[in-house]
């Protein structure tokens, strides 16, 4: 099983639409959680942290579930310029390896 | 600020030549890491380092080398580079030791072409 899953879409959705993404990890003891955005050939930006009981940012919501061992990213009323790649990071175990995983792409269309 | 500093930002190499990536960061980081990502994938770890002078493998470490003999710097070596190694070198350092802060500030990435 690998350490960080994440269903590598595409998701194609139309603007102003909602989108969820989740990512599992197979780790118990994990402790850190993030997720980044990645544009086309350019190094990946810190979207979000993820907390432990939940964060939101304007229309970005994360979630962690410790019982389930995934986080996910909750996207409202998507705009043209969120389509890119989002990266779900994760510290595997009680260290700081951190790893990600492979990347869901989101396309919204107008 | 300066940050995160790769070089070189492109290179090609010939098939078992060597070379050094080199990563520099000017934050006073502690903890540094060296991730590529092929086309189309996600990124996957090759080395970390917690501070000066302590190295781990990732997930995907075998035909690189690292050294950190200062905080600032964290070199990764090819050795006798394969075309397997086509990829997109990115370098990152981190603040803190964990817990729900410690974001990884990345360079531009190298991208490296083994013909």
């Known amino acids: 099983r690998k350490e960080v899953e994440q269903d590598p879409g595409p998701f194609n959705v139309p603007e102003g639409a909602t989108v969820a993404f989740n990512c599992t990890y197979s780790n118990s003891a994990s402790q850190s959680f993030f997720w980044y955005r990645q544009d086309c050939r350019k190094e990946p930006k810190l979207l979000m942290s993820?907390?432990?009981s939940g964060n939101e940012d304007g229309r970005f919501t994360a979630q962690l579930n410790r019982a389930s061992q995934y986080i996910s990213l909750l996207i409202r009323d998507s705009k043209l310029s969120d389509s890119a790649t989002y990266l779900c990071v994760v510290n595997v175990g009680y260290g700081n390896k951190l790893v990600f995983g492979a990347g869901t792409i989101l396309r919204v269309k107008s | 600020n300066a940050g995160v500093t790769q070089t070189p930002k492109f290179r090609i190499l010939k098939i078992g030549q060597s070379m050094t990536l080199q990563c520099a960061q000017d934050?006073?980081?502690?903890?540094m890491y060296w991730y590529r990502q092929d086309p189309g994938m996600g990124l996957k770890l090759i080395y970390y380092?917690?501070?000066?002078?302590?190295?781990d493998k990732g997930e995907v470490p075998n035909g690189y080398n690292v050294s950190r003999s200062t905080t600032e710097d964290f070199p990764l070596r090819l050795e006798l580079a394969a075309p397997s190694q086509t990829s997109v070198y990115f370098c990152a350092s981190r603040p803190l030791a964990g817990g729900e802060a410690g974001e990884l500030f990345f360079g531009e990435g190298s991208r490296l072409t083994v013909l």
């Open positions: 993820v907390y432990s």
């Open positions: 380092s917690v501070g000066a002078g302590i190295t």
């Open positions: 934050m006073n980081h502690n903890y």
